[in-house]
């Protein structure tokens, strides 16, 4: 190990260890794929970078020689097709190991990566094609996504369509075009300002934004994997995410590259507790990151028993406030203790509990040393301890978003006066820790109260027949809205009236009276995002119809 990482940061520590101060340093020129990449691949060419499996088992492991290796012919391959630096490139490759030589080689010609979910539709594909002028798309062939793309005909500005792991007309192929491409290809010149990722991040209402980033988003990450997720260069780490969301980015390569540590990546066909438990012990993964709903699930569903988690040394937590009551579960069963972080598309993590830190069960942690991070009121003065406010960002630091692409307005709206504005409420403690309330438009506002779902959900959660739960806000024209529970119960448990009662009762003792839920709705199962986050917005959409 070379601590390649401490070319591009300057740390200070306190008397305890504990991190105290933290600065970025980007190099005008960097490029992620040369400066850390290749520069392993040549000075430790035989250091483990990605240990793959597939939905049948099927395994292959990448050196970083063999990453320099691929992402060089993928590069050589692209430019004959026509891909140029610039040019916006859509890839949608799941959760395949080629996705990671792909995403290196178009970061070598400079082209903009644009990593999507394979669950587009025809509509999907004409927005984001035509809102980002993309010229080139890269997909699997196994869900549909490449008939998505062919249905979609008013996409005048893509031009080049390549597919892997299988045959269409008027496609061309990805392993054959990389296997037959020189693997000798030479730095050409680039700056660190560069555009170089761009995310579509969909919100509550309208389109998706185009969240878009240069090459210093990746310095950003070294902390995320450094003090966040803890990485061991030695040792494995895995993040459970697609390679279509930009939580892969977070935890599947650039601060886990950088501090020279090896990927693990489980392309599964479908999340199974159990099963991904057992890859976990198989493969002796080391650090591990999963939103809170399936750290529940391995609580609940998983046979931990079963499972040898002795070599798991780190877990942190992302993606919706954490339950107290799975921060209990986890730490009884596996001694670990969940370290829970916050971030946005729009940035790195910028709130979490890092190394030598004792985490607060429910807290997001404290402040990153990455940034300038406060809590403000609706004027944008500072709050103090206990009051609830929206958390800002410090703008113009490594690992921030350039802005809304082409969307000026939106990007004005949030981003001014020096900060990004989150659109998250929380509060801290007298001692600095934050903790998390919901979105903006999470908030519950009945009678007079602002009323955070989160804090509910952790009462909710701790009653005997509940599983998991989402609480939003209903339409009422007395109390503005009331609060309502969306469950799904555990076995052994139906719904009937007097369980509502006994919820309600359970919720009016555990905390403040008006929280409680005046509507409950049992379902089989919650609506979620591929990465397991519940999505609230859904129920209240389908309330208001």
């Known amino acids: 190990m070379r601590n390649i990482h401490l070319k591009y940061v300057k740390e200070e520590y306190d008397r305890d260890g ?18 850390v990449v290749d520069d392993i691949a040549v000075n430790d060419p035989k250091r483990i970078a990605l240990v793959w499996v597939g939905p049948r088992g099927d395994e292959k492991t990448l050196t970083f020689a063999d990453v320099k290796r691929y992402s060089d012919k993928a590069a050589n391959y692209f430019l004959s097709k026509g891909i140029k630096k610039g040019d916006p490139v859509l890839i949608i490759l799941k959760g395949h190991w080629l996705f990671w030589p792909v995403i290196t080689a178009l970061h070598k010609i400079g082209a903009l990566s644009i990593p999507a979910t394979f669950m587009l539709k025809k509509h999907d594909v004409e927005y984001r094609v035509n809102a980002a002028s993309i010229t080139a798309a890269i997909c699997t062939a196994g869900d549909g996504l490449p008939e998505q793309v062919d249905l979609a005909t008013n996409i005048p500005s893509l031009k080049t369509k390549i597919i892997f792991d299988g045959v269409r007309n008027g496609w061309d192929d990805l392993e054959k075009g990389i296997e037959n491409a020189s693997d000798v290809y030479k730095r050409v010149p680039s700056k660190v300002t560069d555009p170089m990722l761009l995310y579509f991040s969909s919100g509550t209402t309208g389109y998706p934004k185009m969240v878009i980033f240069d090459h210093t ?37 650039y601060g886990q590259w950088f501090m020279e540590a090896g990927v693990f990546a489980y392309d599964y066909d479908k999340f199974d507790p159990k099963d991904v438990l057992r890859v976990v012990s198989k493969y002796k993964v080391s650090t591990l990151c999963c939103p809170p709903t399936m750290f529940r699930m391995f609580l609940n569903d998983g046979d931990m028993g079963a499972h040898d988690l002795s070599l798991l040394r ?33 940035t790195t993590v910028v709130i979490c509990n890092i190394r030598g830190m004792e985490p ?49 307005d939106k990007t004005a709206s949030t981003v001014y006066g020096g900060w990004h504005h989150s659109g998250d409420v929380a509060w ?118």
């Open 217 to 253: 988003y990746a310095i950003g990450h070294i902390f995320t994997a450094k003090h966040w997720h803890n990485v061991d260069p030695d040792g494995l780490h895995l993040t459970i995410a697609d390679t279509g969301w930009g939580k892969a980015v977070w935890g599947k390569y």
């Open 428 to 545: 801290r403690d007298e001692d600095g820790y934050i903790w998390y309330v919901g979105r903006n438009d999470d908030i519950i506002k009945s009678s007079g109260y602002r009323i955070g779902p989160f804090e509910i959900e952790s009462v909710l959660v701790n009653h005997p027949a509940v599983k998991e739960t989402a609480v939003t806000g209903v339409p009422d024209e007395v109390r503005g809205q009331l609060v309502k529970a969306t469950i799904v119960l555990k076995t052994g448990y139906a719904p009937s009236e007097e369980l509502k009662k006994d919820i309600q009762n359970f919720v009016k003792k555990e905390t403040a009276p008006y929280k409680y839920p005046r509507i409950i709705e049992f379902v089989d199962a919650l609506p979620k995002t591929i990465s397991g986050k519940i999505r609230r917005v859904e129920i209240r959409d389908r309330d208001k119809q």
């Open 360 to 408: 607060r069960p429910g807290s997001m942690g404290k402040p990153s040393a990455q940034y300038r991070i406060d809590i403000v009121d609706a004027e944008g003065n500072s709050c103090p301890p206990g009051v609830t406010g929206e958390i800002v960002v410090g703008d113009n630091t490594p690992g921030m978003m350039i802005g809304y692409y082409r969307d000026a």
């Open 18 to 35: 504990l991190l105290s101060k933290y600065e970025c340093v980007c190099p005008e020129d960097f490029n992620f794929a040369f400066d």
């Open 314 to 346: 780190h877990a942190t937590i992302a993606g919706e406030a954490l339950n107290p009551d799975v921060f209990k579960r986890w730490y009884d069963a596996t001694g670990l203790k969940l370290m829970e972080g916050f971030g946005q598309t729009e």
